[in-house]
T-cell receptor, first 113, second 115 residues
Framework: DTEVTQTPKHLVMGMTNKKSLKCEQHMGHRAMYWYKQKAKKPPELMFV???????INESVPSRFSPECPNSSLLNLHLHALQPEDSALYLC????????????FGDGTRLSIL | AQTVTQSQPEMSVQEAETVTLSCTYD???????LFWYKQPPSRQMILVIRQEAYKQQNATENRFSVNFQKAAKSFSLKISDSQLGDTAMYFCAFMKLSGNTPLVFGKGTRLSVIA
C-alpha cells in the first residue's frame, strides 16, 4: 500500500474541461512534488512545494495550476489541456529533515480527448 | 547541472540468476544521494535502494546491492536470485545534498525476468 494517495487513478477529459488531480500524504512530509511521465520515459519534474509554498516551477504551461492548501494535500488544477498533455501524473513527498528519499503515489493516468 | 545515464534500455535475466544494471552520472557536487527506483506495470515508483555519497560502504537491501564507485561516478545495481516480481522499469536517480531538491532521473532500464 502506498503512503501517498492520488485520486483519481484514471481521468479522461476534453480539451475544454476543467478538472483537478488530488494528492494526499499523512507522513508529516513538508515537501511535495508533481511529476509528469510519458510512456517509457522517466518522470519529469513539474512543481515543488516546500512548507506549502511553491519553490520550483519547471516552466510548466499555465494550463496546469498547482495548489497546496495544507501540508498534507497537493492539488493540480487542469484547464484547456492539449492532447500532448496525456500522461501519467505522479505525486511525491519527502521529509525536510536531512536526507530522505521521495515517496511516490500510484499516479493518475490522464487522457485528453 | 547533473545528468544520469543508463546505457542499457532493456535487459533480461533468467529466474534465480543475477543481473547488474549500470548507471553513471555527472556532477560537480561532492555530497549527494543516489537511488534506484523500480516501476512495475502497476506504475508505482518504489524505492529499491539508496546510497549516500559520503559513505564508502556499498548499500545492500536483501537481494539488491549496489557497486558505488565515486571517483568513476558509477552506481550499478545488482539483483541476486532474480524473481518474476522483479520485472519492471528501473530508474537510477541523483539528488543533491540540500533538502527538498528534485530527483534527476536516468532514462531507465526495462528488466524482464524470464521463467
Amino acid at each position: 500500500d502506498t503512503e501517498v494517495t492520488q485520486t483519481p487513478k484514471h481521468l479522461v477529459m476534453g480539451m475544454t474541461n476543467k478538472k483537478s488531480l488530488k494528492c494526499e500524504q499523512h507522513m508529516g512530509h513538508r515537501a511535495m512534488y508533481w511529476y509528469k511521465q510519458k510512456a517509457k520515459k522517466p518522470p519529469e519534474l513539474m512543481f515543488v512545494y516546500s512548507y506549502e509554498k511553491l519553490s520550483i516551477n519547471e516552466s510548466v504551461p499555465s494550463r496546469f495550476s498547482p495548489e497546496c492548501p495544507n501540508s498534507s494535500l497537493l492539488n493540480l488544477h487542469l484547464h484547456a489541456l492539449q492532447p500532448e498533455d496525456s500522461a501519467l501524473y505522479l505525486c511525491a513527498s519527502s521529509s525536510d529533515r536531512g536526507y530522505q528519499p521521495q515517496h511516490f503515489g500510484d499516479g493518475t493516468r490522464l487522457s485528453i480527448l | 547541472a547533473q545528468t544520469v545515464t543508463q546505457s542499457q534500455p532493456e535487459m533480461s535475466v533468467q529466474e534465480a540468476e543475477t543481473v547488474t544494471l549500470s548507471c553513471t552520472y555527472d556532477t560537480s557536487e561532492n555530497n549527494y544521494y543516489l537511488f534506484w527506483y523500480k516501476q512495475p506495470p502497476s506504475r508505482q515508483m518504489i524505492l529499491v535502494i539508496r546510497q549516500e555519497a559520503y559513505k564508502q560502504q556499498n548499500a545492500t537491501e536483501n537481494r539488491f546491492s549496489v557497486n558505488f564507485q565515486k571517483a568513476a561516478k558509477s552506481f550499478s545495481l545488482k539483483i541476486s536470485d532474480s524473481q518474476l516480481g522483479d520485472t519492471a522499469m528501473y530508474f537510477c536517480a541523483f539528488m543533491k545534498l540540500s533538502g527538498n531538491t528534485p530527483l534527476v532521473f536516468g532514462k531507465g532500464t526495462r528488466l524482464s525476468v524470464i521463467a
